[in-house]
């Protein structure tokens, strides 16, 4: 999907976009289970997984720095600037220079660290998870998926690249190739290398991303032809773009991703002295609780550009507006989801997993696990939308790292005790109260910082939210019981759940207002008679998408199902 020249699309192409992108990452999320159910089937949950999920932690902290968080937020600004310039570039392209002078170097950088990850996973492997009981094998799986770093780091780039040309049909596809090749690795090679093939897996999949991107690329930077070269004249415009951003703003976004993807880093560190399967355990439980998450965050980010012009364009208010709207919306989806999760756990890890190596005992352990994770679902939510509010700003601020870095701080302390008196469940419930611990500090910070949310009222919306889960978790919890066959244990328990909440929130009294679903008109604008209250559109609205955003351009900050 590539946006109309001139910069001209609306909201309706927005919409399409934003549809587009929701429906390949709905797909690449579905996949990515399909891989979690074949990796359960052929290798259960025991050593040999424990050690392919150490293994998994190199594309896991990969993506979240070299795709999702850190290189978007860096790139598509400065991509954006480049194409501001464009048009007026006398000599050469803004936008090759800038490809020049930054992909070598990044490709240079990263290859050196794959190099270095292929030599030193021994010394990872006992840094990651010391007492692991086959750490021969991890070694061998790290040393297969230190590939992505580079291949990652490439995806990475390519896909800020387009997103800022605003072309946004490849980088939506990269989960779906991603998961692909995994797939279809571990079905060739799972007998003859084991669970190597899922690692093997990762390397290929790597690859495949950047080849769905790579084409319209080029297409890209072949569209405008250079200019002969005439004496330089200077243009208006921030210096540095071939360094990409200075160092006080790539600082803040890396340290946050760093800080927040570290919670699996200490996860696994605690579980891999616990019993073989423990490692496993967790996975599979975040896996699928993470579903809804996955899904309120969607919601977010359609509207993530609009905060970020919003505040731009001098605009408080209506970022306020938008961002109390979207936490709501979020808050209902994801409560709907855990209060699922937690009240038919069993049913539905044993109709996802338990086939081939995948275990009654297997299912009754995750199933614990998962119920326990699935408490922090709603901070997992909050993190990843109120972070938006405070990197739409010129200037990302340091304040969400502080704030990621105490939950870590909390999940650590209390998972140490947690993990030697409940294994794998008391890790769960470290994590949850660490994430949880962050987002009430995000929450309550918004205000000061960048978006003046408005906490008290936003706090006693999400209590009231989060007392009709409750009782619709008890409902679903007593039906699904007594229903045998887990895919209509599982069905009555969303029927029940959504119904529950649906009666709390229209009887209960002070029930909070539930925002309905945005809608972007694609046929007619609404006439001005229709909208007596606004005159003309905000200034946030009218300004065109594509000009320079700030750093958080429209790039989703979460992870999808990978």
């Avoid at 052929?42 to 594309?59: I, R, S």
């Avoid at 061998?140 to 580079?150: E, G, I, P, Y």
């Avoid at 243009?235 to 803040?252: C, E, Q, Y």
């Avoid at 611990?437 to 919306?461: E, I, N, W, Y």
Wanted: aromatic share 6%; hydrophobic share 55%; charged share 15%.
């Amino acid at each position: 999907m590539k946006a109309r020249a001139g910069g001209g699309q609306g909201r309706g192409f927005l919409a399409r976009a934003a549809a587009v992108t929701a429906g390949l990452t709905a797909a690449g999320a579905v996949l990515g289970l399909v891989r979690d159910q074949i990796l359960a089937g052929y290798f259960g949950a025991g050593a040999e997984t424990d050690a392919f999920l150490v293994a998994w932690t190199v594309p896991e902290f990969a993506s979240t720095l070299l795709i999702e968080d850190a290189m978007a937020l860096i790139l598509v600004p400065a991509f954006s600037r480049a194409l501001a310039r464009r048009p007026g570039a006398r000599s050469g392209d803004p936008v090759r220079d800038l490809v020049r002078g930054t992909l070598p170097r990044l490709a240079l950088a990263v290859g050196a660290v794959a190099a270095v990850l292929v030599v030193a996973a021994p010394a990872v492997v006992r840094l990651l998870a010391p007492g692991l009981p086959d750490p021969g094998l991890a070694v061998d799986c790290v040393r297969l998926t230190a590939t992505c770093v580079l291949t990652f780091a490439l995806v990475g780039y390519c896909s800020a690249a387009l997103r800022a040309h605003h072309v946004f049909l490849p980088p939506a596809t990269i989960y779906v190739a991603y998961n692909a090749g995994i797939i279809g690795t571990m079905v060739l090679l799972r007998e003859p290398w084991g669970v190597r093939s899922a690692a093997a897996g990762v390397a290929v999949g790597g690859v495949l991303m950047v080849l769905v991107q790579v084409p319209a690329l080029l297409r890209e930077l072949r569209a405008r032809p250079v200019p002969p070269r005439v004496p330089e004249v200077p243009v208006p415009g921030p210096a540095g773009d071939g360094r990409l951003v200075v160092l006080g703003l790539i600082a803040p976004v890396v340290a946050f991703s760093v800080v927040r993807q570290s919670q699996t880093l200490i996860e696994r560190f605690l579980a891999a002295p616990l019993p073989a399967g423990a490692i496993s355990y967790l996975n599979y439980a975040q896996k699928v609780a993470q579903m809804p998450m996955i899904l309120s965050l969607m919601l977010c980010t359609v509207s993530f550009p609009v905060v970020a012009r919003a505040l731009a364009a001098g605009d408080p208010e209506g970022a306020r507006r938008r961002v109390e709207r979207d936490l709501l919306l979020a808050a209902v989806v994801v409560l709907v989801g855990a209060s699922v999760v937690i009240a038919a756990a069993p049913k539905i890890v044993e109709l996802l997993f338990q086939r081939g190596e995948f275990d009654r005992t297997a299912t009754t352990a995750t199933a614990a696990v998962m119920r326990v994770y699935a408490l922090g679902l709603l901070g997992q939510t909050m993190v990843g939308a109120l972070v938006r509010c405070y990197f739409s700003a010129a200037r990302p601020l340091w304040y969400p790292a502080a704030a990621m870095a105490a939950g870590l701080a909390a999940t650590a302390a209390a998972g140490v005790p947690g993990a030697r008196a409940w294994g794998a469940v008391g890790i769960a419930a470290a994590n949850a109260l660490g994430i949880t611990l962050t987002a009430v500090l995000l929450l309550r910070g918004a205000h000061r910082q960048t978006v003046p949310v408005r906490t008290d009222r936003l706090g006693v919306g999400l209590l009231r939210l989060a007392t009709a889960a409750a009782w619709a978790t008890g409902a679903a919890w007593l039906c699904s019981m007594a229903i045998g066959p887990p895919a209509a244990a599982v069905a009555v328990a969303v029927l029940v759940v959504a119904g529950a909440f649906l009666v709390f929130i229209a009887c209960a009294a002070e029930a909070p207002e539930i925002p309905p679903l945005p809608r972007f008109p694609t046929r007619r604008r609404r006439t001005d008679h229709a909208r007596p209250h606004r005159a003309a559109p905000t200034a946030a609205e009218a300004s065109p998408v594509g000009e320079a955003a700030p750093v958080g351009g429209d790039v989703p900050l979460d992870h999808g199902h990978r």
